[in-house]
């Protein structure tokens, strides 16, 4: 006889119940049931540590990119003056208000492209994708190990 097929046991006030190995089949199910809220909990706080982790990461990289910004900002626009004095020197006969608004529409257009690129990429997703899979996995195993526990 296998060691975790059920057998059954008639009390001392006459009821039958079935029993495994380890215990009845009562204890078992509650013991994986309680196993799966471990296993919730467990997922959920892991959840919650890389979306910790994630905001660290994100909050050291904007510090760098906010510093990294405004020095390029700032030389920028020195090379856009040097920009719009070599045009006028290259090009005597080119009114100072057309190499101005040349070197204008060259950042401008560099500006939205950079702005297009940077909204795509907020599109592909910031979400904590790991933690999020495991967890719909578990909570699908659970929800077909339950309905499958109380159709038998």
């Not at 090009?91 to 057309?98: D, E, H, I």
């Not at 795509?120 to 933690?131: E, F, H, I, T, Y």
């Amino acid at each position: 006889m296998n060691a975790t097929a059920p057998t059954n046991a008639t009390a001392a006030n006459g009821t039958t119940t079935n029993r495994v190995a380890g215990g009845t089949l009562t204890e078992l199910v509650a013991g994986i049931i309680g196993d799966a809220q471990t296993l919730i909990r467990q997922q959920f706080a892991m959840l919650r540590a890389e979306v910790r982790e994630d905001v660290n990461k994100a909050t050291q990289a904007g510090k760098f990119l906010g510093v990294g910004i405004a020095l390029g900002i700032v030389g920028a626009l020195f090379l856009g003056v040097a920009v719009v004095h070599l045009l006028a020197w290259l090009f005597p006969t080119l009114p100072m208000w057309a190499c101005w608004a040349i070197v204008g529409g060259v950042f401008a257009v560099c500006g939205v492209a950079a702005a297009i690129a940077g909204k795509q990429q907020l599109d592909a997703g910031v979400l904590p994708d790991k933690s999020l899979h495991a967890l719909q996995e578990n909570l699908s195993w659970i929800t077909n190990r339950q309905t499958a526990s109380n159709a038998t």
